[in-house]
């Protein structure tokens, strides 16, 4: 009996705290979620999509290449990054300096199944696309790929320049 009276209330416990549990903050809009504060990153920080001043259209395939394979935009310039899925199989975006992407594709390849929504990064399921709005306000060169085990390292990956 008194394992019952333990439980139950443990039992209680973790279902209200499940119910609790959220999803990562979604990069391309409030879906009723709560947003986090934009993060300055070394390639720039998350922009707002009414100040986006042009878009540029990124196709993945399942040939594991991104067209464009490179870009170049201004500093300071908010772009929409439209990520088109043309292959059968989940591709996705993720913006960083090489560093950060090894480190990402490494910890991907422990946890395959990991979910995560940050504001450089953008999942889209085959045949699908997403927009993942950035403002590039960080000189320099930095790198983007898909990080979904297996596709970095086939070679999906891609660089974009920005200029002063």
């Known amino acids: 009996m008194k394992a019952i009276q333990f439980i139950a209330p443990f039992a209680l416990l973790v279902s209200a705290t499940a119910s609790f549990s959220h999803e ?3 990069h391309h809009g409030d879906h009723g979620h709560a947003a986090a504060a934009p993060q300055q990153q070394a390639w720039g920080i998350a922009g707002q999509a009414g100040k986006a001043t042009r878009t540029i259209t990124l196709r993945m ?3 594991m290449r991104f067209t464009p394979s490179h870009f170049s935009v201004k500093q300071g ?3 929409r990054l439209r990520v088109e899925n043309k292959g059968q199989v989940l591709h996705e975006v993720v913006l960083g300096t090489q560093a950060s992407l090894d480190e990402h594709a490494a910890m991907m390849r422990q946890h395959p199944d990991m979910e995560h929504g940050e504001a450089h990064m953008a999942h889209v399921k085959p045949g699908r ?7 590039f306000n960080r000189t320099g060169s930095f790198d983007f790929a898909c990080l979904v085990a297996g596709h970095f390292e086939a070679g999906m990956r891609g660089s974009f320049t920005v200029t002063p």
Do not use: C, I, R, Y
Not at 129 to 135: A, F, I, P, S, T
């Open 24 to 26: 990562p903050t979604s």
């Open 61 to 63: 395939t399942d040939d």
């Open 77 to 79: 310039e908010t772009v």
């Open 129 to 135: 696309k997403d927009d993942l709005v950035w403002n």
